[in-house]
């Protein structure tokens, strides 16, 4: 029913209520566009990279046009076209930086700040998780914490870093020179500052995945 009402709204009516988290519009936007992602995914390719990874960052990149596009400034058709070449682009260079590397610090979307009553960073997968990555999803990690560090301070994305990279709150207050309060004190601040753009993230690999 949601969907019917939507074929007779304006594109950019249907992404201010995608913006605002509305699943069936950015659904019915990625319907719309994903002729887009497929005409736009052709033209690349690379010997360490199936052709349908290449699409799947190619939806990424029209699901962030959705969530950052901005009125007045250009079309949605025009912004979401740079969006998406420019995400095929950076998962291409990030694979030929991989492609002789083992992903052995996979992480998950899905399990990234479930430490909420542990000192111990509960958000690095096991070795048996770690195996079923895909670059993919691991990239899409990457991608997250590339914006995160434009969001945070560099103490914050420090502490950010070192929680992912397995240290205890007590090893970052002595690497860091602060108070273990300090410590626990500034990821409360990550986890909060990060909360809005992790459930937009954990938005698009629902959707990735599903296509």
Known sequence: ?????????????IIDLAQAGLR???????????????????????????HEDIIQNG??????????????????TSFAWRS???EIKS??????????????NAISMDSLFLDDESEEPGYVMSAEVQE?????????????????????????????????????????AEKLN?????VDNTYQKVKKK???LLERYRMIQSLILVK
């Open 91 to 104: 998962f291409l260079t990030y694979l030929n930086r991989m492609k002789n590397k083992v992903l052995t």
């Open 59 to 76: 939806l990424v990149g029209l699901l962030k046009a959705i969530f950052y596009y901005q009125k007045g400034k250009s079309s949605f």
């Open 24 to 50: 069936e519009a950015i659904e019915a936007i990625v319907e719309q566009y994903y002729p887009m992602v497929i005409k736009i995914s052709s033209k690349y390719y690379g010997n360490w990279a199936e």
């Open 84 to 86: 998406i070449e420019a």
């Open 194 to 196: 990060l909360r809005p």
């Open 132 to 172: 079923k990555s895909t670059p993919f999803e691991v990239y899409l990690v990457e991608s997250f914490l590339e914006e995160a560090k434009r969001i945070l301070t560099d103490l914050e994305y420090n502490v950010l870093k070192m929680r992912i990279e397995r240290y205890t709150y007590n090893e970052i």
């Open 1 to 13: 029913m949601i969907k019917y009402r939507l074929r007779n709204k304006k594109t950019e009516e």
């Open 178 to 182: 602060i108070k273990w309060k300090a």
